[in-house]
């Protein structure tokens, strides 16, 4: 650590220690709304990993005390951790039902920036007053694209109404005239400044945009001062179009203008190179670009057999064969018989597709810059994949408890600090989150070391995780003493710095 850092990290710690006496010296008298007594206080900024009493008034963390504090109601946390709540920033769950899920696996905010939305205000006021978590959204490259080839207007709109049309619609493997291209890039700078947190590219889903659209979208976000989040061009290990190219696009557009952009999952487009280009991206850091990625702890991913993704060549590219298939709708890996007929047929198509090994999930989550991230969508029965329910739990009592893959302050850093210091430029919220820290957004989760992991798994996917005991968002307890509270909306909109 050189002497910069090292700095910093004492004045933290004494903050921290100042903010510590502070409390302990002021709360003679002070009833507060609700006390944790005696939790073990892990924040991944200062350092903090002890013993305290934490206060919660309003919405904001009031006090955290080695001294014992007072509340209204007063909450056993002797033998939990408790944790700045985590942020998930690459979420396509958006249904209530898959909230309640990921509120017990210890989520307090999720981010749908991969892909995004448009329109943006729409999306925003759609959630206004109903969401039991925190919500954001990045302005939709793929969708804006596909509104503009529509004609715009009330055509352009009703072709977004299903969501998954744009990905199959002829429109996505065709260029933007120039035209259009500018008209995109004017409207994703309107979306940014309407509050959307940066821009989300589904790039590899509209195989139309070319690289010069794609450095264009990258310039508005530069312009912006915001971050582009991209699900990248390739995911193959052979060239040409492979996952290397496409990570070294997306190096070269961030240092060409200046733009942060967030490669999206890169366990599922790289396989067993990813561990070799997140270090490919921790050098371009090294030397000034403003690029990262983040993971998901889970071997498979999801895919459809009739997508592209399967043309001829597909066991190559993504180093897997058809045993490697798990079909969504039966549970049971694929028979060469099977995969042909899918591919066919008309039938329901979707697989879980088994191609990372326990070795490069370990090696990826060893990477310090490396965040962990769920890509989670609805939950869709026992057949469905279970990184929506499970994705955090996983990582605390699988990586940490049980295989010791990395410690545990460190692991929480991963899905707590570093989201929050990756978007805290550009989006006010963030300065707030993921710190358990007075004067903090009370976002807190509280878990039992000693249980916490997940239910879920491949075939049996919708299980609640286990120990979480507490989680609360904005000051309202969505999990109160390991079950789910009814009736509570607390989740607020999270937006960029250009709306409040």
């Given at each position: 650590?050189?002497?910069?850092?090292?700095?910093?990290?004492?004045?933290?710690?004494?903050?921290?220690?100042?903010?510590?006496?502070?409390?302990?010296?002021?709360?003679?008298?002070?009833?507060?709304?609700?006390?944790?007594?005696?939790?073990r206080a892990?924040?991944?900024?200062?350092?903090?990993?002890?013993?305290?009493?934490?206060?919660?008034?309003?919405?904001?963390?009031?006090?955290?005390s080695e001294?014992?504090?007072?509340?209204?109601?007063?909450?056993?946390?002797h033998?939990?951790?408790?944790?700045?709540?985590?942020?998930?920033i690459?979420?396509?769950?958006?249904?209530?039902?898959?909230?309640?899920?990921?509120?017990?696996?210890?989520?307090?905010?999720?981010?749908?920036?991969?892909?995004?939305?448009?329109?943006?205000?729409?999306?925003?006021?759609?959630?206004?007053?109903r969401?039991?978590?925190?919500?954001g959204?990045?302005a939709?490259?793929?969708?804006?694209?596909?509104?503009?080839?529509?004609?715009?207007?009330?055509?352009?709109?009703?072709?977004?109404?299903?969501?998954?049309?744009?990905?199959?619609?002829?429109?996505?493997?065709?260029?933007?005239?120039?035209?259009?291209?500018?008209?995109?890039?004017?409207?994703?700078?309107?979306?940014?400044?309407?509050?959307?947190?940066?821009i989300?590219?589904?790039?590899?889903?509209?195989?139309?945009?070319?690289?010069?659209?794609?450095?264009?979208?990258?310039?508005?976000?530069?312009?912006?001062?915001?971050?582009?989040?991209?699900?990248?061009?390739?995911?193959s290990?052979?060239?040409?179009?492979?996952?290397?190219?496409?990570?070294?696009?997306?190096?070269?557009?961030?240092?060409?203008?200046?733009?942060?952009?967030?490669?999206?999952?890169?366990?599922?487009?790289?396989?067993?190179?990813a561990?070799?280009?997140?270090?490919?991206?921790?050098?371009?850091?090294?030397r000034?670009?403003?690029i990262?990625?983040?993971?998901?702890?889970?071997?498979?991913?999801?895919?459809?057999?009739?997508?592209h993704?399967?043309?001829?060549?597909?066991?190559?590219?993504?180093?897997?064969?058809?045993?490697?298939?798990?079909?969504?709708?039966?549970?049971?890996?694929?028979?060469?018989?099977?995969?042909?007929a899918?591919?066919?047929?008309?039938?329901?198509?979707?697989?879980?597709?088994?191609?990372?090994?326990?070795?490069?999930?370990?090696?990826?989550?060893?990477?310090?810059?490396?965040?962990v991230?769920?890509?989670?969508?609805?939950i869709?029965?026992?057949?469905?994949?279970?990184?929506?329910?499970?994705?955090?739990?996983?990582?605390?009592?699988?990586?940490?408890?049980?295989?010791?893959?990395?410690?545990?302050?460190?692991?929480?850093?991963?899905?707590?600090?570093?989201?929050?210091?990756?978007?805290?430029?550009?989006?006010p919220?963030?300065?707030?989150?993921?710190?358990l820290?007075?004067?903090?957004?009370?976002?807190?989760?509280?878990?039992?070391?000693?249980?916490?992991?997940?239910?879920?798994?491949?075939?049996?996917?919708?299980?609640?995780?286990?120990?979480?005991?507490?989680?609360?968002?904005?000051?309202?307890?969505?999990?109160?003493?390991?079950?789910?509270?009814?009736?509570?909306?607390?989740?607020?909109?999270?937006?960029?710095?250009?709306?409040?």
């Amino acid at each position: 650590m050189g002497r910069p850092r090292r700095a910093a990290a004492l004045l933290l710690a004494a903050a921290a220690l100042g903010a510590d006496l502070s409390a302990a010296a002021s709360q003679t008298g002070v009833v507060h709304d609700i006390v944790y007594k005696g939790a073990r206080a892990i924040d991944p900024e200062t350092g903090l990993d002890a013993v305290r009493d934490i206060a919660v008034d309003g919405d904001r963390i009031a006090a955290i005390s080695e001294a014992p504090l007072n509340g209204r109601r007063m909450i056993d946390a002797h033998g939990l951790v408790a944790s700045p709540g985590f942020i998930d920033i690459h979420s396509h769950a958006t249904t209530r039902e898959a909230a309640r899920y990921q509120a017990k696996d210890g989520v307090t905010t999720r981010l749908e920036l991969e892909i995004g939305t448009w329109p943006v205000p729409a999306w925003y006021e759609a959630k206004q007053g109903r969401e039991l978590l925190n919500y954001g959204t990045s302005a939709g490259h793929t969708a804006l694209r596909y509104f503009i080839q529509k004609g715009e207007g009330a055509a352009g709109l009703a072709a977004l109404r299903d969501p998954m049309e744009k990905f199959g619609a002829k429109e996505a493997d065709a260029p933007l005239s120039d035209a259009m291209g500018k008209r995109l890039d004017l409207l994703l700078e309107q979306g940014v400044r309407e509050g959307a947190i940066g821009i989300g590219s589904g790039t590899q889903y509209a195989p139309g945009i070319t690289r010069r659209e794609m450095l264009d979208v990258t310039a508005v976000a530069a312009k912006t001062a915001t971050c582009l989040f991209t699900h990248i061009r390739y995911g193959s290990l052979v060239e040409p179009d492979s996952t290397f190219e496409a990570v070294q696009e997306n190096i070269a557009n961030a240092a060409s203008t200046g733009a942060c952009i967030h490669v999206a999952h890169i366990n599922s487009m790289a396989m067993r190179d990813a561990p070799f280009m997140a270090a490919l991206m921790r050098d371009a850091r090294t030397r000034g670009v403003d690029i990262t990625t983040e993971t998901y702890p889970w071997g498979g991913s999801v895919d459809a057999v009739r997508s592209h993704f399967f043309d001829p060549g597909w066991e190559q590219r993504w180093g897997v064969g058809v045993g490697d298939l798990q079909s969504r709708s039966t549970g049971k890996r694929l028979t060469q018989a099977e995969f042909d007929a899918l591919r066919r047929g008309t039938g329901d198509d979707g697989v879980i597709m088994h191609m990372n090994s326990e070795a490069t999930i370990a090696a990826l989550l060893k990477e310090s810059s490396v965040m962990v991230a769920s890509d989670g969508g609805r939950i869709e029965g026992p057949n469905g994949h279970p990184r929506s329910a499970g994705t955090f739990a996983r990582l605390l009592g699988h990586y940490v408890r049980e295989a010791g893959t990395l410690g545990l302050v460190e692991a929480l850093g991963k899905i707590t600090l570093l989201p929050a210091r990756r978007l805290e430029a550009f989006v006010p919220a963030m300065k707030r989150k993921g710190r358990l820290q007075p004067g903090m957004d009370a976002d807190i989760v509280l878990f039992d070391p000693r249980t916490v992991g997940t239910r879920a798994t491949y075939g049996d996917a919708a299980r609640y995780s286990d120990g979480f005991r507490y989680v609360m968002v904005n000051g309202v307890l969505v999990v109160d003493h390991g079950a789910l509270v009814e009736g509570v909306s607390p989740g607020g909109p999270v937006y960029s710095k250009y709306k409040s």
